[in-house]
């Protein structure tokens, strides 16, 4: 799998559209881009995913730049429900879930 | 309905004791996984399973032992508990066994060896 590369944390008001970026340059054709948050002492939670189109779901969009070098999630109106880590991930969908997990985004959302 | 579920959520232990995680989903999924998440924070996979049959084993000591009664069933077995095996561990599933896609995490077993 890919390595990717995100800030350590990033602050947003509340309300406010939070930009998450995230940074996969040596990506292959067939691994698709994965975004999944953990919320303090929780398991992670799937968010969204894509391959090369941007994809919107009730959560989130995913922005993929067309090199698919690098891609941002968005979160159009955080809540401070929506502080939390959130990790980038890249892969293949086949041979089984093994992801490792990096460090991810720390994000803060202020009142 | 929790969709996958752990037991127990707090686990404090004493060196050298053996003891079990278990894990069981209801989403009718073929794939289930074990997760570490250390002090770091960083989750690494340790164990997959499809179809009650290992596919993932990620070198990890022999001290761990998963089994896997039934496909939504898997539990992980600990020898020979040591301080270093403190951290959350997290039961994972995948729909279909290899082709992925989004996968369901239970809330975490907190293992604390003293």
């Known amino acids: 799998d890919a390595k990717t590369t995100q800030p350590t944390s990033m602050d947003c008001a509340e309300g406010r559209a939070a930009n998450l970026p995230c940074n996969h340059s040596t990506i292959s054709g067939n691994e698709y881009v994965y975004w999944y948050r953990q919320i303090h002492s929780q398991g992670p939670q799937y968010i969204i995913h894509g391959l090369k189109n941007n994809e919107t779901n009730e959560m989130a969009s995913l922005i993929i730049t067309e090199d698919r070098k690098s891609s941002t999630l968005i979160l159009p109106h955080a809540t401070l429900r929506d502080t939390a880590v959130y990790y980038c991930?890249?892969?293949?969908?086949?041979?089984?879930?093994?992801?490792?997990f990096g460090a991810g985004t720390r994000l803060f959302v202020k009142a | 309905d929790t969709a996958v579920s752990q037991t127990p959520k707090y686990l404090v232990t004493q060196m050298g004791n053996d003891k079990s995680i278990k894990c069981e989903q209801n989403?009718?999924?073929?794939?289930m996984y074990w997760y570490k998440q250390d002090s770091k924070k960083f989750l690494k996979i340790m164990f997959s399973y499809n179809n009650k049959e290992l596919i993932i084993n990620e070198t990890v000591p022999n001290r761990f032992s998963p089994k896997s009664p039934d496909k939504a069933h898997l539990n992980l077995h600990i020898n020979s508990l040591e301080l270093g095996d403190s951290a959350v561990y997290f039961c994972?599933?995948?729909?279909?066994?290899?082709?992925?896609?989004?996968?369901?995490f239970g809330q975490g077993t907190r293992l604390t060896v003293v």
């Open positions: 991930i890249v892969r293949v969908r086949t041979g089984g879930f093994k992801t490792i």
């Open positions: 989403l009718g999924h073929d794939t």
């Open positions: 994972a599933s995948t729909p279909t066994g290899g082709s992925g896609t989004e996968a369901f």
